[in-house]
């Protein structure tokens, strides 16, 4: 679907103001630190309890990098010593042990994501170790629906490590590119050449990756309209099966590393715009297919085929096709979703170190959803994947009168309506070709916590 007669800069603009980008209901600022082991492992046993258990999904967060990207706001650690990945891998065997134990052994692992920091900061060597203590804890799926992700750094491997990394079993890979202009690289602390990236695009297609999918970010500093335009274009020539464009949140005040940008370097906030808007015409004209939110994919993609087909899901990673899953978080700072429940675990390498050493999950925090938690998550999820809220479908499955439910909800998308960007009839509410881009201040109006004071926790929705 074309967008570029869609994008209509001045209601943009009047929809971005800051608001959580829902890869969960509630979202983390609900996380409490009441939520304890105990309420894990009741979710744990509720799981393993359903008629027919989901498959199990892993994300494993390995903190570490080489160096620092300023931009980054991921919970991260810099070092060179690579000792340090040694002692985590350590520690994440037993947690990977402990978490092993709460699941039902016949159930299956379907999907698994490293992310990071950086993971491919761990050698091929300490990977192959924690697949296979993964492979001794769980059940693979081994078949082809399988999904199993890691996120590249381009600067940290070889085409050869590429081949090694799908014979230790992943089939997907994401680069981190965000942008190929050699001034904004600078200016990031982030450099790396078109060619290195297009080496390990075309090593990931010989060694039959499934797919590949290139990060980028708009609104970074030095940025402009024809740098950026640039750089499309050579991301459009490499071809990736997925790209992901994400809007550069600017928050140095909570992200000390962003502070080492300059401020006479940041682009005006009307050139974000800009950057969005060129970004989405010039993706759709070369044929990928926009999926909402960051994500573009190529129409044979499984998030393409899953967009047309209704099965398109959202998780703590983006868009999915596989999210229906219960999660399992690994990992300092990683989060998990098990059965009705978010939990996440403690965010400094000591207290994760100590809490293994007795012997304990290093849980932290977590939310335990309520009914009407999982009536608004649905909802919300309803309108971010397939952009159509069906009411008569909400009514019967949870048995409520919906329009009576969500009155507050409905009267607060009567702008939203007179602007043209969503439909209300009886049946449903409908998010229009012009309401695509601002659909996360659509969902905002079904979010139950969204007070005054909450609104200042996320980056703008634009």
Do not use: W
């Not at 996380?31 to 994300?59: C, I, Q, W």
């Not at 761990?122 to 629906?145: G, H, V, W």
């Not at 007795?358 to 335990?368: C, D, E, H, I, T």
């Not at 409905?410 to 049946?427: S, W």
């Amino acid at each position: 679907m074309s967008h570029s007669q869609a994008f209509d800069r001045a209601l943009v603009s009047k929809y971005d103001f800051p608001g959580p980008r829902y890869t969960s209901y509630p979202t983390a600022p609900q996380f409490h630190e009441a939520f304890a082991m105990d309420d894990y492992r009741r979710a744990t046993e509720t799981s393993n309890g359903d008629p027919l258990p989901k498959s199990l999904s892993v994300y494993v967060h390995i903190p570490f990098c080489q160096s620092l990207c300023y931009y980054c706001a991921c919970n991260k650690i810099i070092t060179q010593k690579t000792e340090k990945a040694v002692e985590y891998l350590d520690y994440l065997k037993r947690e990977i042990a402990l978490q092993a134990e709460l699941f039902d052994a016949d159930r299956r692992l379907t999907q698994l994501h490293l992310g990071g920091g950086t993971p491919t900061y761990f050698t091929n060597a300490q990977l192959a170790e924690l697949m296979s203590a993964l492979r001794q804890a769980f059940r693979f799926d081994t078949r082809n629906a399988h999904e199993f992700s890691v996120e590249v750094d381009p600067r940290t491997v070889t085409p050869n490590r590429i081949r090694e990394l799908r014979q230790l079993g992943f089939n997907r890979l994401s680069f981190g590119v965000q942008d190929f202009d050699p001034d904004v690289q600078a200016a990031v602390n982030r450099v790396q050449s078109e060619s290195q990236v297009r080496g390990l695009v075309e090593a990931a297609r010989d060694a039959d990756f499934d797919s590949v999918s290139v990060d980028l970010i708009y609104g970074l500093p030095l940025q402009t309209v024809e740098s950026f335009d640039a750089t499309l274009a050579k991301v459009i020539a490499i071809r990736p099966d997925r790209i992901a464009a994400y809007s550069y949140a600017h928050l140095p005040s909570l992200f000390k590393a962003q502070r080492l940008i300059r401020p006479e370097h940041m682009p005006p906030p009307e050139r974000k715009l800009e950057l969005l808007e060129l970004t989405i015409q010039r993706l759709t004209e070369a044929g990928y297919v926009y999926i909402g939110m960051d994500h573009f994919a190529l129409p044979d993609d499984e998030l393409s085929l899953a967009r047309e087909n209704g099965t398109l899901q959202r998780n703590f990673q983006g868009y999915s096709t596989h999210a229906d899953c219960d999660l399992i978080g690994l990992g300092v700072s990683a989060i998990g979703k098990v059965a009705d429940s978010y939990s996440q675990n403690v965010k400094e390498l000591s207290q994760y170190y100590a809490r293994l050493d007795a012997g304990l999950l290093p849980v932290k925090r977590g939310y335990q959803l309520s009914d009407d938690d999982r009536l608004r998550r649905e909802v919300i999820m309803a309108l971010m994947c397939h952009g159509r809220i069906d009411m008569t479908e909400f009514e019967r499955r949870y048995d409520i009168d919906f329009t009576h439910y969500f009155a507050d909800s409905l009267n607060q998308l009567a702008g939203h309506v007179a602007d043209g960007l969503v439909t209300i009839d009886k049946e449903a509410v409908t998010l229009l070709p012009q309401g695509q881009l601002m659909m996360r201040s659509v969902a905002m109006a079904f979010d139950a916590y969204l007070g005054d004071g909450q609104r200042g926790l996320f980056s703008r929705t634009v």
